[in-house]
């Protein structure tokens, strides 16, 4: 303020560079306290996230230490002979076990009696998704289910960019099936093994109609009635009895002359023979010397007695079981009806468990998997059961 000679009193302009700097300088303490806010809240949810995460971590590893003791537990039971299915000493059952040996690794499937899975947590499957799951068994006595639908099939030559050889692009598979085979074909590239060739995958119930009749008109001068029928089914199965239908399994060859040599006699067809059953793939239609003399005769129970160049995806588990016993599928079913929960160990490491509990006439299947299981597969088995696979 100044006061001049008249007496007036006049008031000073303030000083708008002192002024903007003031409001600077606000604005930068504000900015500071709020990116100092800011750096104390996302400090705090950091540690916060990494306690949590760690303390995940932490259960996991002891979840999965815990499980491990106690399959090591059922494995030194079992080693002894002996396991309590019931929880009482005096109603115990001997365990059996099953192994072979192919080179170096030793395959053996151990009996876990009648005990459930422990340290479960629950998935919820429909029956849609159970007639995918690849153990669907389909044959002259278990005919395809009603319900199957085969909306979910994937053209196997454009799916893979003619990765995988087909003979046309009417050759199609469920997904699970056209990656085991993919993945197979890999492996056997990489054994310096190509020319495969898909000849046939899934059939539609109208195609095995068509096929059947044909046979059929073809026999109508020796046979008739029921006895024209079942001569037929000899050569081609009745509609809705056909493992082609199953949408998992497919005919291989050789080109670009699949007809020029043998499948089974082939490198290829050997390699594939002896091999595909760690991609998940097995032969389907072992018969007497065929694939060759090392492999039983399992037409008694396949129904089938012709030599097919035929494989099927049954999933990794289940090859490996399949292999380890020497069953045929419909062996390996009734094996699992006798004994519903087995483990399978690989060189003393346990690879997968196996456990099959009655069907029921639900929509959907609240099921278990045990933690720390990698992964699952699960399928009806077209046996009045539903097989889980378990994979570590």
Same mark, same amino acid.
């Given at each position: 303020?100044?006061?001049?000679?008249?007496?007036?009193?006049?008031?000073?302009?303030?000083?708008?560079?002192?002024?903007?700097?003031?409001?600077?300088?606000?604005?930068?303490?504000?900015?500071?306290?709020?990116?100092?806010?800011?750096?104390?809240?996302?400090?705090?949810?950091?540690?916060?996230?990494?306690?949590?995460?760690?303390?995940?971590?932490?259960?996991?590893?002891?979840?999965?230490?815990?499980?491990?003791?106690?399959?090591?537990?059922?494995?030194?039971?079992?080693?002894?002979?002996?396991?309590?299915?019931?929880?009482?000493?005096?109603?115990?059952?001997?365990?059996?076990?099953?192994?072979?040996?192919?080179?170096?690794?030793?395959?053996?499937?151990?009996?876990?009696?009648?005990?459930?899975?422990?340290?479960?947590?629950?998935?919820?499957?429909?029956?849609?998704?159970?007639?995918?799951?690849?153990?669907? /068994?389909? &044959? =002259?006595?278990?005919?395809?289910? #009603? !319900?199957?639908?085969?909306?979910?099939? $994937?053209?196997? +030559?454009?799916? %893979?960019?003619?990765?995988?050889?087909?003979?046309?692009?009417?050759?199609?598979?469920?997904?699970?099936?056209?990656?085991? /085979?993919? &993945? =197979?074909?890999?492996?056997?590239? #990489? !054994?310096?093994?190509?020319?495969?060739? $898909?000849?046939? +995958?899934?059939? %539609?119930?109208?195609?095995?109609?068509?096929?059947?009749?044909?046979?059929?008109?073809?026999?109508?001068?020796?046979?008739?009635?029921?006895?024209?029928?079942?001569?037929?089914?000899? !050569?081609?199965?009745?509609?809705?009895?056909?493992?082609?239908?199953?949408?998992?399994?497919?005919?291989?060859?050789?080109?670009?002359?699949?007809?020029?040599?043998?499948?089974?006699?082939?490198?290829?067809?050997?390699?594939?023979?002896?091999?595909?059953?760690?991609?998940?793939?097995?032969?389907?239609?072992?018969?007497?010397?065929?694939?060759?003399?090392?492999?039983?005769?399992?037409?008694?129970?396949?129904?089938?007695?012709?030599?097919?160049?035929?494989?099927?995806?049954?999933?990794?588990?289940?090859?490996?079981?399949?292999?380890?016993?020497?069953?045929?599928?419909?062996?390996?079913?009734?094996?699992?009806?006798?004994?519903?929960?087995?483990?399978?160990?690989?060189?003393?490491?346990?690879?997968?468990?196996?456990?099959?509990?009655?069907?029921?006439?639900?929509?959907?299947?609240?099921?278990?998997?045990?933690?720390?299981?990698?992964?699952?597969?699960?399928?009806?088995?077209?046996?009045?059961?539903?097989?889980?696979?378990?994979?570590?």
């Amino acid at each position: 303020m100044r006061v001049n000679a008249n007496r007036k009193i006049h008031r000073m302009k303030r000083d708008p560079f002192k002024v903007l700097t003031r409001i600077v300088v606000a604005l930068l303490i504000l900015m500071a306290v709020g990116v100092g806010v800011f750096y104390f809240c996302t400090t705090r949810i950091e540690n916060d996230y990494l306690q949590k995460r760690n303390a995940t971590i932490q259960k996991n590893e002891e979840d999965e230490v815990a499980f491990n003791a106690r399959m090591n537990e059922l494995r030194a039971n079992a080693s002894s002979g002996f396991f309590d299915t019931t929880g009482n000493d005096e109603n115990t059952k001997k365990l059996q076990y099953w192994e072979k040996s192919f080179g170096d690794t030793l395959w053996r499937i151990e009996d876990n009696g009648i005990a459930a899975p422990e340290n479960t947590t629950t998935i919820t499957a429909s029956r849609s998704e159970l007639l995918l799951g690849g153990l669907m /068994l389909v &044959n =002259a006595w278990h005919p395809l289910p #009603g !319900e199957f639908s085969d909306e979910a099939l $994937v053209t196997v +030559g454009s799916t %893979s960019g003619y990765k995988i050889p087909v003979k046309d692009n009417t050759v199609k598979l469920f997904r699970p099936a056209y990656d085991a /085979l993919l &993945n =197979a074909l890999d492996g056997a590239a #990489g !054994e310096g093994l190509e020319n495969y060739i $898909v000849q046939e +995958g899934y059939r %539609s119930n109208d195609r095995q109609t068509e096929l059947f009749n044909e046979r059929m008109a073809k026999l109508q001068n020796k046979y008739s009635g029921d006895i024209l029928i079942e001569q037929t089914k000899k !050569e081609v199965n009745y509609p809705g009895t056909s493992e082609y239908q199953t949408g998992f399994s497919f005919n291989m060859r050789l080109y670009p002359n699949p007809e020029s040599i043998d499948f089974v006699d082939s490198d290829q067809g050997k390699w594939l023979v002896e091999n595909g059953w760690k991609y998940g793939i097995i032969f389907r239609f072992p018969t007497r010397d065929f694939p060759n003399s090392s492999w039983e005769d399992k037409s008694h129970k396949t129904g089938v007695s012709v030599e097919l160049n035929v494989f099927r995806y049954v999933g990794e588990a289940h090859a490996a079981a399949m292999r380890t016993l020497g069953y045929c599928l419909e062996e390996y079913i009734e094996f699992l009806i006798k004994h519903p929960h087995v483990s399978v160990y690989e060189n003393g490491a346990l690879r997968y468990e196996i456990y099959r509990i009655p069907e029921t006439a639900e929509p959907s299947f609240n099921l278990p998997v045990p933690n720390p299981a990698r992964n699952y597969q699960v399928s009806f088995d077209n046996m009045g059961g539903i097989v889980m696979a378990y994979s570590y």
